[in-house]
C-alpha cells in the first residue's frame, strides 16, 4: 500500500523485512538495563544503516524519532522485553550496539496525540537530516515544540557518550528551526481530553518515563475494568508542591520524585514507574483485579500479534 515494493523494482532494490530475517544475541557494553539483545543480522551485516523514521509523538517515550525507531532490528519477542526491562534506558543500550550512520526524518506531516487520522495528523512540510541521532532528535524534539530534556530516551543516550542532547550544541543549517517550530499535543496531553475524568497532578520534575508508563497503565484499566472507578483517584508524578493535593482520600503516588509524598496514598516506586507496577497500585487502591487486568492486556497484544503474522508472508 505504500508503494514501497513497486519503488524497489523500479530500482533493483532487495527488500528485507527484518521480521523474518535470522537474529543473534549481542551483548551491551556497560547496559542500563539489558545485558544482552537480539538483533536482526541484516542490520549487524550493514556497512551503513540510513535511518528514516517519521515525527511522531509516543505514548510512553513522548517523541519517536530516529532513536526509538531502531527497536525495528528487533523481534517482537525483544520489543516486549524492551517494555518490560524500562523502554527509555531499553532504547539507549539499543542505540548503542546497532548505530544509524545517516537520520532521514520524514517531517513532511507528523503525527500528534493517539494518531488518530486525520485530526493528529500535523503538516510540517519539512525533511530533517543528519549523521548524528543526538544532534537529529534534539532538533526534532524542538520542532514538535517539546523540550528535549524531557525525552529520557535522548538523554541517556547521550549520556552514554559523555554528553547531554542540547540544542545549544547542535548547528542547524537549511531552514530556521524558530519559524518551522510547531507545538505538537503529547499523547498525554489528548489522553486527558478525550477521556475525560482522569485527575493527574504533575510536578516539576515529571518525565516522559512516568508519563509513558502512567498512561499504558490507565488505558489498560480503563479497556480492561467494567467499573469507573479511575474518576474516584488523584494520580501524582513528579514532584508538586503537597498543598496541591487536596483529596487524599484516594490518592496514587508514583516514581522517585514524589517519593516525598508518599505518606499521602499508596505509593508504587521506580524511575519510572514500570507500568505494571502502576496497575497493580492503583487496583489495589480502587478494589479491581489487578491480575485479570494484566492478563487481559497481555492476552490481547498477543492476539494483535497473531491476527498480522500472516502480513510477514507477503
Same mark, same amino acid.
Given at each position: 500500500?505504500?508503494?514501497?515494493?513497486?519503488?524497489?523494482?523500479?530500482?533493483?532494490?532487495?527488500?528485507?523485512?527484518?521480521?523474518?530475517?535470522?537474529?543473534?544475541?549481542?551483548?551491551?557494553?556497560?547496559?542500563?538495563?539489558?545485558?544482552?539483545? =537480539?538483533i536482526?543480522?541484516?542490520?549487524?551485516?550493514?556497512?551503513?544503516?540510513?535511518?528514516?523514521?517519521?515525527?511522531?509523538t509516543?505514548i +510512553?517515550?513522548?517523541?519517536?524519532?530516529?532513536?526509538?525507531?531502531?527497536?525495528?532490528?528487533?523481534?517482537?519477542?525483544?520489543?516486549?522485553?524492551?517494555? +518490560?526491562?524500562?523502554?527509555?534506558?531499553?532504547?539507549?543500550?539499543?542505540?548503542?550496539?546497532? =548505530?544509524?550512520?545517516?537520520?532521514?526524518?520524514?517531517?513532511?506531516?507528523?503525527?500528534?496525540?493517539?494518531?488518530?487520522?486525520?485530526?493528529?495528523?500535523?503538516?510540517? !512540510?519539512? /525533511?530533517?537530516?543528519g549523521?548524528?541521532?543526538?544532534?537529529?532528535?534534539?532538533?526534532?524534539?524542538?520542532?514538535?515544540?517539546?523540550?528535549?530534556?524531557?525525552?529520557?530516551? &535522548?538523554?541517556?543516550?547521550?549520556?552514554?557518550?559523555?554528553?547531554?542532547?542540547?540544542?545549544?550544541?547542535?548547528?542547524?543549517?537549511?531552514?530556521? &528551526?524558530? *519559524?518551522?517550530?510547531?507545538?505538537?499535543?503529547?499523547?498525554?496531553?489528548? &489522553?486527558?481530553?478525550?477521556? !475525560?475524568?482522569?485527575?493527574?497532578?504533575?510536578?516539576? $520534575?515529571?518525565?516522559?518515563?512516568?508519563?509513558?508508563?502512567?498512561? @499504558?497503565?490507565?488505558?489498560?484499566? *480503563?479497556?480492561?475494568?467494567?467499573?469507573?472507578?479511575?474518576?474516584?483517584?488523584?494520580?501524582?508524578? !513528579?514532584?508538586?508542591?503537597?498543598?496541591e493535593?487536596? $483529596?487524599? $482520600?484516594?490518592?496514587?503516588?508514583? !516514581?522517585?520524585?514524589?517519593?516525598? &509524598?508518599?505518606?499521602?496514598?499508596?505509593?508504587? =516506586? @521506580?524511575?519510572?514507574?514500570m507500568g $505494571?507496577?502502576?496497575?497493580?497500585?492503583?487496583?489495589?487502591?480502587?478494589? /479491581?483485579?489487578?491480575?485479570? /487486568?494484566?492478563?487481559?492486556?497481555?492476552?490481547?497484544?498477543?492476539?494483535?500479534?497473531?491476527d498480522? *503474522?500472516?502480513?510477514?508472508?507477503?
Amino acid at each position: 500500500l505504500s508503494g514501497t515494493a513497486a519503488v524497489a523494482r523500479r530500482y533493483g532494490v532487495e527488500l528485507r523485512n527484518l521480521n523474518r530475517d535470522g537474529f543473534e544475541e549481542v551483548s551491551v557494553g556497560h547496559p542500563y538495563v539489558m545485558k544482552k539483545v =537480539k538483533i536482526a543480522r541484516t542490520a549487524l551485516e550493514s556497512d551503513v544503516i540510513i535511518n528514516l523514521p517519521v515525527m511522531k509523538t509516543h505514548i +510512553r517515550t513522548l517523541v519517536t524519532l530516529s532513536l526509538k525507531n531502531m527497536k525495528g532490528v528487533m523481534p517482537g519477542a525483544e520489543k516486549r522485553k524492551s517494555h +518490560r526491562l524500562g523502554l527509555d534506558k531499553a532504547i539507549a543500550d539499543l542505540n548503542s550496539v546497532v =548505530k544509524s550512520n545517516y537520520v532521514i526524518v520524514d517531517a513532511l506531516a507528523g503525527m500528534q496525540g493517539l494518531w488518530e487520522y486525520p485530526h493528529d495528523r500535523v503538516e510540517m !512540510g519539512l /525533511i530533517l537530516a543528519g549523521l548524528d541521532p543526538v544532534a537529529v532528535d534534539t532538533v526534532g524534539t524542538c520542532l514538535m515544540g517539546f523540550d528535549p530534556a524531557q525525552v529520557m530516551h &535522548l538523554q541517556y543516550f547521550a549520556a552514554r557518550q559523555g554528553r547531554k542532547a542540547v540544542l545549544s550544541q547542535v548547528k542547524v543549517v537549511g531552514e530556521s &528551526l524558530t *519559524k518551522n517550530r510547531q507545538n505538537f499535543k503529547s499523547s498525554y496531553e489528548v &489522553l486527558k481530553s478525550r477521556y !475525560g475524568g482522569i485527575r493527574v497532578i504533575e510536578g516539576k $520534575d515529571a518525565c516522559s518515563g512516568c508519563y509513558g508508563e502512567l498512561m @499504558g497503565a490507565l488505558m489498560a484499566v *480503563k479497556q480492561f475494568s467494567n467499573i469507573d472507578a479511575l474518576s474516584e483517584l488523584v494520580f501524582i508524578i !513528579g514532584s508538586p508542591d503537597v498543598k496541591e493535593v487536596t $483529596d487524599r $482520600d484516594k490518592t496514587v503516588v508514583f !516514581g522517585k520524585c514524589a517519593r516525598k &509524598l508518599a505518606h499521602l496514598g499508596s505509593f508504587a =516506586k @521506580g524511575c519510572p514507574t514500570m507500568g $505494571d507496577d502502576m496497575i497493580r497500585v492503583i487496583c489495589r487502591t480502587a478494589g /479491581i483485579d489487578a491480575d485479570l /487486568i494484566i492478563s487481559s492486556r497481555n492476552h490481547a497484544r498477543d492476539r494483535r500479534w497473531g491476527d498480522t *503474522k500472516h502480513l510477514l508472508k507477503k
